[in-house]
Nanobody, 126 residues
Framework: QLQLVESGGGLVQPGGALTLSCAVS????????IGWFRQAPGKERQGVGC????????YYANFVKGRFTISRDNTKTTMYLQMNSLQPEDTAVYYC???????????????????WGQGTQVSVSS
């Protein structure tokens, strides 16, 4: 069983930047993909992006390409989401998550994961 804890959310002005962190722990760090999804009030979950561990390939939703970057530290116990050029429509609770069964990337980018944290609120407003 993996545990994930997000941090780093907050209030930022439009055009600003924020970095989220995710601490991953558990008896074994055996996940196939790790990434982020978000959910705004009254809206469906959106996959933001992920890293597939087999080849360290990165995938991003079209609405964040060029603005958001996912990275991990060398121990694979901390993941980051660097968010630049934030806009009000980016306001949501952001969750870090892991996928452990090897689902197709399309499912992961739809926000389908096996475990996730409690989420951290990101609010973009002037």
């Amino acid at each position: 069983q993996l545990q994930l804890v997000e941090s780093g959310g907050g209030l930022v002005q439009p055009g600003g930047a924020l970095t989220l962190s995710c601490a991953v722990s558990g008896s074994t760090l055996d996940y196939k993909a790790i990434g982020w999804f978000r959910q705004a009030p009254g809206k469906e979950r959106q996959g933001v992006g992920c890293i597939v561990t087999a080849d360290n390939s990165e995938y991003y939703a079209n609405f964040v390409k060029g603005r958001f970057t996912i990275s991990r530290d060398n121990t694979k116990t901390t993941m980051y989401l660097q968010m630049n050029s934030l806009q009000p429509e980016d306001t949501a609770v952001y969750y870090c998550a892991v996928e452990t069964t090897g689902r197709p990337i399309a499912a992961i980018m739809d926000g389908t994961y096996d475990s996730w944290g409690q989420g951290t609120q990101v609010s973009v407003s002037s």
